[in-house]
């Protein structure tokens, strides 16, 4: 039989995030999306949690473009923040998104939570 450790690491969605009508109107493809972004949160890493096209398409099962347009409408809604959308893209040094959960605050730069998917 299979144990389980309770006090371990965890993704919570919470109720009234989940009965907001921002998070009612996410497709599937966007509510996985996000719940692979908690899953990554470890505590001290929001606002430098990775996550690029490319794996949230692998780790959610669906096409990249379907990733894109997931990362695209997370943040139109309010759920999520792209740290570092800016820095644009060099074939010779690559770069992972990093990525912000603005319903706990941002352990890179010390903002509070924003909740602006509730607005």
Same mark, same amino acid.
């Given at each position: ?7 371990? +690491? ?20 966007? #509510? ?5 972004? =908690? ?7 929001? =606002? ?5 096209? #490319?794996?949230?398409?692998?780790? @959610?099962?669906?096409?990249? =473009? ?8 997370? #943040?139109?809604? =309010?759920?999520?923040? @792209? ?9 010779? &040094?690559?770069?992972? +998104?990093?990525?912000?959960? &603005?319903?706990? +605050? @941002?352990?890179?730069?010390? &903002?509070?939570? +924003?909740? #602006?998917?509730?607005?």
């Amino acid at each position: 039989m299979t144990t389980f450790d309770h006090n371990g +690491s965890h993704f919570r969605l919470y109720k009234f995030m989940a009965e907001c009508p921002a998070y009612r109107a996410l497709t599937t493809a966007e #509510r996985v999306l996000l719940s692979e972004l =908690g899953l990554a949160f470890n505590g001290v890493n929001n =606002g430098a949690i990775p996550m690029s096209v #490319r794996d949230a398409a692998r780790q @959610c099962n669906i096409a990249p =473009g379907t990733a894109s347009a997931a990362f695209d409408r997370l #943040r139109q809604t =309010g759920f999520v923040d @792209c740290m570092n959308r800016d820095r644009g893209f060099h074939l010779k &040094t690559p770069h992972t +998104s990093l990525w912000r959960l &603005t319903w706990w +605050s @941002c352990n890179v730069t010390g &903002t509070a939570p +924003s909740y #602006r998917f509730l607005k």
